[in-house]
Structure formats: structure tokens, C-alpha cells
């Protein structure tokens, strides 16, 4: 490259050839830096901005390094003991509604124990005929005196007046045994919905309204401890009576003392029949020995099915896990450090990333190592990870709207979209 000058004494600058004015070179070369210059600036500018916008995010909010969807997960289990008989095809994924039998639980003691009962019950008939033809026989074979004639007029009524009084302590022990076996399905039916309204599968009203049956039905074993306790003590005045009153007892002969003992032997048939007629009854209405549905105590979706058709069953055994779709929250966890600057009741702003889904919801639980608090999540749907070792807390926010989850058509086959990573930014006070 060559500088020349021309007539008018311009400088001329030769590149590759061509002869450039020196001047336009220079100007060249200052546009160029310019335009560099203003690029630098736009881009110094622009991260300057960002810069801004991070830190004022970091002052007025904190977010979450994850987050997710999760949901309460109830575990059905069976009633009772027996063969497990699908009513339809049960899988993960599909949506149930609310009291809708998923399956029967067949109790295949029932019959035999049935058929049993009333087999033993016509034995006792059988045999109550046969003493009282005994009996009959026995009576017509005895020749009495009259002094046993007399005796015997006067006993025969207070007989009557026993046997009545008897009959009356009998009914009385029936109506004891009724009500103390209606006092224990109580108290079982108790028992059994108790957790189900802890773990919120059912409304408390129903466990307060069978409280409330228990209660009933202890009282109602009281009185009856009481009736029996009168009528015992009716049956032996009246049998003081009689061996006060009564003159002395005259020879009795073997025919006599048979009679005796066969009627002995109806008094305890007569027993008999009556408490396996009382227990043949029961049988029919106690939930134990009733086939029993297994229905859902809220609409949601199958999570898992944990038995098989006509597979057999024991009492409390896990036959289907639910997921409660009116049930959902976000867990997000955020880092220790992060941890002072978020308070329970703190809002927080939520978006899913497969989607153009946002929520809002507030910090309701915290859990981590520094809290102590770490056995949150036990009947989730998504079981949070062990925080002993990690520094982040989890969160638990409750939804503001959480019926959005499952206003999509297909959220059932999405498991109301449990699971599905979220975008979480907790609003704090700076």
C-alpha cells in the first residue's frame, strides 16, 4: 500500500490496486467504531437490565430450585374377611365417582354357619318334643296321695309363678345379650370409620352420628343389666316364698323324680332354642357376617389396585389406593439459605411448564432438617425425599383454585396432573 499525491496535493492511498482519497479511509474506519461502540453500549445495557431485574427478583421473591404437583392419596381396605369379586375392571388412571362400588367382598362363612345354626336349632325342637312326650308318659304312670296331691296343687302355683318369673330373667338375658352384641358392631363401626375421617375419606358427621350409636347402645345395655337384675331378684323372692310357705315335702317316689328331671331338661332346651334363635337373627344383620361393596367415600382417580378377582382378603387388608383430586397442592423446595425470608401464609406464584397454566397459593407447611419438621407428605401421592443430608427446605402450598388441575377433560388419564413440574416464585417482604 502506497500514498501518492495528486495535482491538487490530496493524498491518495493505493489498496489492492485502487487509490482511495486518504480522507474517506479515515472516515471509514471512525464509522466503523462508532457503530462497535454502540453495539457494546446496547449490550452492556442490556445485561445491566438484567442484572436489575435478577436482583430485584432475589430481594422481592425467592425461587424455587423444583416443584411439582402432588396430591393425598386414601387407601381402601377391606371390612371384612372373604373372597374379593370384581364388579368391574379396575385400573391406574381410572376416575370413580363418589359411593360407586369398585368390587364385593364375598364372606363365604356365612352359609355353612347358617345352615350349621339351624341344624342344631331343629335338634333341640326335636328334643324338646321327645321330653315333653317323656314327660306326658311319665306323669300318667305316677299314682299320688292325697297328701302328695295336695302338696302338689300348692306347688304346681308357684311353680307357675316360678316359671314366670323364670321366663321373665330369660327374656330379660336375651334382650342383655341383644343389646350388648348391637353395642359392639357400634363400637366396631366406630372404630372403622374413625381413620377414614382422620385421613378426611369420609365427613366427620357420619363418625359423630355413630359415636353417637354407641353411646345409645351402651345405655341401652345398662337398663338391660338393670332388668336383669330385678327380674333375679323377683324370681328368688318368689322362691323364698315357696320353700317358706310350702308344707313339708312328702315321700317322692323314683316315677316323681324322673318327672323332675325331664322337666329339668325342658327348662334348659327351652334355653337353648331361644339363644340360638336370638344368634340365628343377629347373624343376618351383623356387618360380619354380610357380604360387603367396597365404594369410595369421594370422586377421584385409581392410583394403584392392590388385589386380584377372587383373590381372598383379611379384615383391614389394602385392596385400592385413591387419589383425591379436591385434595392437591404444589411442593417446591428452595434453598436453606433461602429459608428466613419465607413465612407460613407467604404467597407464591405458580406456572407448569407444559402448559400455559398459572396458580396462585400460599405457604401452608415447612419441612426440613433445620424446622425438625420432616415427616410431612406420608399420604401423598409423590413421597417427598429424605432432607437429612440435603440443604433445601420443601414447602407444601395450598392452591388457591386447585379445581383448575381437573377442568382439563383428560385430567383423570393425567392424574389431575400430579406430578407435572411447576415453575414456583414465594413472594417476600424485602
Not at 45 to 73: C, D
Not at 165 to 182: C, D, F, P, Y
Not at 272 to 289: G, L, M, V, W
Not at 359 to 374: C, H, N, W
Request: hydrophobic share 40%; net charge negative; aromatic share 4%.
Amino acid at each position: 500500500m502506497t500514498t501518492t499525491q495528486n495535482i491538487s496535493g490530496a493524498g491518495e492511498e493505493d489498496i489492492g490496486g485502487l487509490l482511495i482519497p486518504q480522507s474517506r479511509s479515515i472516515q471509514a474506519k471512525d464509522i466503523s467504531l462508532f457503530l462497535l461502540r454502540i453495539l457494546l453500549f446496547i449490550a452492556g445495557l442490556n445485561l445491566a437490565i438484567w442484572g436489575s431485574r435478577l436482583a430485584l427478583t432475589r430481594i422481592h421473591s425467592v425461587v424455587a430450585t423444583e416443584a411439582f404437583i402432588n396430591g393425598k392419596i386414601v387407601t381402601l381396605t377391606s371390612p371384612i374377611e372373604g373372597q374379593v369379586m370384581m364388579l368391574d375392571e379396575l385400573r391406574s388412571g381410572q376416575p370413580i365417582e363418589m359411593a360407586t362400588a369398585l368390587a364385593q367382598i364375598i364372606n363365604p362363612d356365612l352359609d355353612p354357619w347358617l345352615r350349621d345354626a339351624t341344624y342344631e336349632m331343629a335338634v333341640e325342637r326335636s328334643r324338646l318334643d321327645n321330653l315333653t312326650q317323656q314327660l306326658g308318659q311319665q306323669n300318667r304312670n305316677i299314682a299320688p296321695s292325697r297328701a302328695y296331691h295336695d302338696y302338689q296343687s300348692q306347688q304346681l302355683q308357684y311353680q307357675s309363678s316360678i316359671q314366670l318369673a323364670s321366663q321373665g330373667v330369660r327374656q330379660a338375658q336375651i334382650r342383655l345379650q341383644t343389646a350388648r352384641e348391637e353395642a359392639a358392631l357400634a363400637r366396631i363401626s366406630f372404630e372403622r370409620l374413625l381413620p377414614l375421617a382422620e385421613q378426611g375419606a369420609i365427613p366427620l358427621q357420619q363418625v359423630e352420628e355413630t359415636s353417637q350409636n354407641w353411646t345409645i347402645s351402651q345405655q341401652a345395655v345398662q337398663q338391660a343389666e338393670i332388668e336383669v337384675e330385678n327380674k333375679r331378684i323377683e324370681l328368688n323372692s318368689i322362691q323364698q316364698q315357696a320353700i317358706q310357705l310350702l308344707p313339708p315335702y312328702p315321700s317322692v317316689s323314683q316315677e316323681q323324680l324322673a318327672v323332675q328331671d325331664i322337666q329339668r331338661q325342658i327348662n334348659e332346651t327351652h334355653d337353648r332354642i331361644a339363644a340360638r334363635e336370638a344368634a340365628i337373627s343377629q347373624a343376618k344383620i351383623d356387618p360380619k357376617h354380610q357380604d360387603h361393596p367396597l365404594k369410595p367415600p369421594f370422586p377421584g382417580v385409581i392410583w394403584e389396585v392392590l388385589v386380584g378377582p377372587e383373590e381372598q382378603v383379611t379384615t383391614g387388608q389394602p385392596m385400592v389406593r385413591l387419589l383425591n383430586c379436591e385434595q392437591l397442592w404444589v411442593d417446591a423446595f428452595v434453598s436453606v439459605d433461602d429459608l428466613p425470608r419465607v413465612n407460613l401464609g407467604s404467597t407464591a406464584k405458580i406456572k407448569l411448564y407444559n402448559g400455559e397454566l398459572e396458580l396462585s397459593g400460599k405457604v401452608a407447611t415447612v419441612r426440613s432438617r433445620l424446622t425438625g419438621v420432616q415427616d410431612l407428605g406420608q399420604d401423598s401421592a409423590i413421597n417427598p425425599p429424605n432432607l437429612t443430608e440435603k440443604q433445601v427446605a420443601q414447602l407444601r402450598i395450598e392452591l388457591n383454585e386447585p379445581e383448575q388441575l381437573t377442568s382439563a377433560v383428560d385430567s383423570a388419564a393425567a392424574f389431575c396432573n400430579v406430578g407435572q413440574i411447576a415453575q414456583v416464585e414465594i413472594l417476600v417482604k424485602s
